[in-house]
């Protein structure tokens, strides 16, 4: 079996006042997005315009919204490499098609 390494980044926002939030996302971009959609929501503010949400921007947000009570509220997005088996079946089909002509 062969391996492949995917990424999943998680998201953990959470304060004394509600339960943490737990989010897994595919993509980095989506992470941020989800960041600043739940500091917004316990902020109660309005949901961002839909323009692009960067990684700066949400982390100006969810400091600014720690820094109301560091000692309780806290946040973090973190990247996992997680290495995936692949069966053989499940490798591109260009790939198989030229080894079974070279073994052929």
Same mark, same amino acid.
């Given at each position: 079996? @062969?391996? #492949?390494?995917? @990424? ?14 737990? @989010?897994?996302?595919?993509?980095? +971009? ?25 990684? #700066? ?13 560091? #000692? ?12 995936? $088996?692949?069966?053989?079946? *499940?490798? +591109?089909? +260009? ?6 002509? $070279?073994? *052929?």
């Amino acid at each position: 079996m @062969s391996f #492949e390494v995917v @990424s999943a980044y998680t998201l953990v926002v959470g304060d004394a006042d509600e339960p943490a939030t737990v @989010s897994v996302h595919t993509t980095a +971009e989506d992470a941020w997005k989800a960041l600043d959609r739940e500091v917004r929501r316990r902020c109660r503010m309005r949901p961002r315009p839909r323009r692009r949400t960067d990684a #700066e921007a949400a982390t100006r947000l969810a400091n600014a919204w720690r820094a109301g009570d560091p #000692e309780c509220r806290y946040w973090n997005v973190a990247v996992h490499r997680l290495p995936v $088996q692949l069966p053989v079946i *499940a490798r +591109e089909p +260009e790939r198989r098609a030229a080894k079974a002509h $070279q073994y *052929a």
